[in-house]
């Protein structure tokens, strides 16, 4: 059965840092792109970031470009977001999700549960 | 970026209606659009992609078209379990944007 399933949220206050996690069993991680979404409270899906299987491709919303960095380990089969400069309007529950194709993102085919980052003094 | 315009952002229907979303986007992405399924409290469910194609597991009353900028998402024979929120999503550009979506609640 594939399983995503994302750890690391929590409460942080305006300006701090967070390393959201994401922890994949089921299929074969290393041949697979992966991407992070997020949704505000009562808001739309909002992509975040992509990283194609082997790193070579990646890229990231205007949103959290320089702020954000997304990363893989596919010998842990894990997907990371590194998060700085944390603003208010980054509270949103995280999804990893998975993509079959190769290079640039395409389809989110399996997403975890979500985790929830607030951001707020 | 690319913008996706769905609409109507939310519709009223009853069990066994045809309902149709529409997408709208803001250049020309080809066939390069997915539909998603998000329940209340649940993690998005993928639907359709490149348009048109069924994802395996999704029931046929499920529908997709369109190419360009212009898409729809049909459900013929809505069910209990359709009642939803529905979004679409472009990827001709990498830097993926989804659209606003549409809320699908009982009549």
């Known amino acids: 059965e594939v399983q995503l399933v994302e750890s690391g949220g929590g409460l942080v206050k305006p300006g701090g840092s967070l390393r959201l996690s994401c922890a994949v069993s089921?299929?074969?991680?290393?041949?697979?792109?992966m991407n992070w979404v997020r949704q505000a409270p009562g808001k739309a899906l909002e992509w975040v970031s992509s990283?194609?299987?082997?790193?070579?491709?990646?890229y990231y919303a205007d949103s959290v470009r320089g702020r954000f960095t997304i990363s893989r380990d596919n010998a842990k089969n894990a997907l990371y977001l590194q998060m700085n400069s944390l603003r208010a309007d980054d509270t949103a529950v995280y999804y990893c999700?998975?993509?079959?194709?190769?290079?640039?993102?395409?389809?989110?085919?399996?997403w975890g549960q979500g985790t929830l980052v607030t951001v707020s003094s | 970026d690319i913008q996706m315009t769905q609409s109507p952002s939310s519709l009223s229907a009853s069990v066994g209606d045809r309902v149709t979303i529409t997408c709208q986007a803001s250049?020309?992405?080809?066939?390069?659009l997915n539909w998603y399924q998000q329940q209340p409290g649940k993690a998005p469910k993928l639907l359709i992609y490149d348009a048109s194609t069924l994802e395996t597991g999704v029931p046929s009353r499920f529908s997709g078209s369109g190419s360009g900028t212009d898409f729809t998402l049909t459900i013929s024979n809505l069910q209990p379990e359709d009642f939803a929120t529905y979004y679409c999503q472009q990827f001709d550009n990498p830097l993926l944007t989804f659209g606003g979506g549409t809320k699908v609640d009982i009549k």
């Open positions: 089921g299929f074969t991680f290393s041949s697979y792109s």
């Open positions: 990283i194609s299987s082997t790193d070579d491709y990646i």
């Open positions: 250049q020309d992405i080809r066939n390069y």
């Open positions: 999700a998975r993509d079959p194709g190769n290079w640039d993102p395409q389809r989110l085919d399996c």
